[in-house]
C-alpha cells in the first residue's frame, strides 16, 4: 500500500481491512471481484490506488467477501480477462469507472452477476471540488450501498418479460389483461399462467413458477389460424359466349314469331280461295245462279305462307333449343 492510500485509509478509520468483517454479519457475506477502475481524466497510479482502497473498504463495509485477483489479471477492467478459478469463488464483481475534470469526481459502479453476466446493481454520486479523502469517502459509500440494493433486489417482487412473436399480442397473465406484447411487468411469487392472444393466431401459453428477485424472459410464438376452404365460384361465360347465346336466342325467337304469322297469314289466305269478292260483286257481275264471277285465287300464296310459316317456326325452335351449343361452338381457324 502506497503512502497516500494509508493516508486514505486513516482518513476512512479502522475498517479497511484485507478481508471480510468478522462477526454474525460474515456469514451473510457475498464473494465478489474487484475488477480494476476504468479512469477517464489524469489521476496519477497513486491516486488510482488509493481509490481502490476506498473501494475496497466500502464493499467490505456492505458486507461483501472480496475474492483478490492474481497479479497477472490486477489490470483486469472485465469478467473476460479474470481467470476462471479466481470467477468460481466468486458470486459477483464490482465495476467502477472514475471520471476527473479539474478537482471534480464522478464514480459509477456496477455490480455484475459472474454466472449470467447481467448488471444487478449500480450505483452512481459525485463530489465537487474534492481532495483525495473526500473523493475515496464518495467512493467507499457508493461501494457499500450495493449492498443495500442487492438485499432489496432479493426481496423485490420476481419480474418477468414477455415477447411474442409476432409482437403486438395482448398478454394476460392468470386471466387478467397486462397489456400488448413486448413487455414487462412485475406480479407476486408463486404459479402463474401467461396467455397471449392475436387475432388471426391460435393464442399461446406458458405455465411456471416465479421467485422473489427472480427475473424471467418467457417468449411465446403465436400459430397464424389456417385459411378457410376458398369459395369455389363457379365459371362465368364469356363475353363472346354470352354474346353469342344472346344472338342464337334472338335468331329462333324471331324466327319462330315470323314462322307462326307467317303461317296463320298463309292459312287465312287459303282459307278464303275460291270465294267471292264481295266488294266487286254487284248488278252484271253476277251470273244467272248469283254467284259472282270475281273469285280469290289465294290458295298457291296460302299454301306456301303456310309452308314457309312452319319452316321458319320450327328452326326457330331448333334454334332456341341448340343455343347453348351454338354459343359454346369454336369458330374456325383460318
Known amino acids: 500500500m502506497g503512502p497516500a492510500a494509508w493516508l486514505l485509509a486513516c482518513a476512512l478509520g479502522p475498517a479497511v481491512t484485507d478481508g471480510a468483517p468478522a462477526g454474525p454479519d460474515a456469514e451473510a457475506s457475498a464473494g465478489v471481484i474487484a475488477l ?9 497510479q497513486q491516486w488510482r490506488d488509493a481509490l481502490a482502497a476506498a473501494l475496497r473498504e466500502g ?20 469478467l473476460a480477462c479474470v481467470p476462471a478459478d479466481t470467477r468460481a469463488q466468486a458470486r459477483y464483481a464490482v465495476h467502477d469507472t472514475i471520471e476527473l475534470v479539474d ?40 461501494a457499500a450501498s450495493l449492498r443495500d440494493k442487492l438485499d432489496r433486489l432479493v426481496t423485490a417482487p420476481p419480474t418477468v418479460r414477455i415477447e411474442t412473436t409476432p409482437p403486438g399480442a395482448r398478454v394476460f397473465v392468470d386471466g387478467e389483461d397486462r397489456g400488448v406484447s413486448p413487455l414487462e411487468l412485475q406480479t407476486v411469487a408463486g404459479h402463474h399462467r401467461i396467455e ?3 387475432p388471426g393466431h391460435v393464442a399461446a401459453t406458458r405455465e411456471l413458477d416465479l421467485v422473489d428477485g427472480v427475473r424471467e424472459r418467457v417468449a411465446l410464438a403465436l400459430t397464424p389460424v389456417p385459411a378457410a376452404d376458398p ?12 354474346r353469342a347465346r344472346r344472338g342464337a336466342t334472338a335468331a329462333g325467337a324471331t324466327l319462330l314469331g315470323v314462322g307462326i304469322a307467317a303461317a296463320i297469314g298463309g292459312a287465312a289466305l287459303w282459307a278464303v280461295d275460291s270465294r267471292a269478292v264481295g266488294w266487286r260483286c254487284s248488278g252484271e257481275d253476277r251470273d244467272a245462279f248469283g254467284h259472282c264471277r270475281y273469285l280469290y285465287d289465294t290458295r298457291g300464296a296460302g299454301i306456301a305462307m303456310v309452308v314457309g310459316g312452319a319452316t321458319a317456326a320450327i328452326t326457330g325452335a331448333v334454334v332456341l333449343g341448340l343455343r347453348e351449343r351454338i354459343a359454346n361452338r369454336k369458330p374456325r381457324r383460318r
Open 231 to 242: 369459395v369455389v365460384v363457379p365459371p362465368q361465360p364469356r363475353d363472346d359466349h354470352r
Open 36 to 44: 480494476a477502475s476504468s479512469v477517464r481524466g489524469s489521476l496519477t
Open 196 to 198: 397471449a392472444r392475436k
Open 59 to 78: 464493499l467490505s463495509r456492505g458486507r461483501f467477501t472480496l475474492i483478490e485477483l492474481p497479479p497477472d489479471a490486477a489490470a483486469c477492467d472485465a
Open 103 to 142: 478537482r471534480n469526481y464522478a464514480f459509477s459502479l456496477e455490480l455484475i452477476e459472474i454466472d449470467s453476466g447481467e448488471v444487478v446493481a449500480t450505483a452512481a454520486g459525485r463530489c465537487e471540488i474534492c481532495g483525495l479523502a473526500d473523493a475515496g469517502t464518495e467512493l467507499a459509500a457508493l
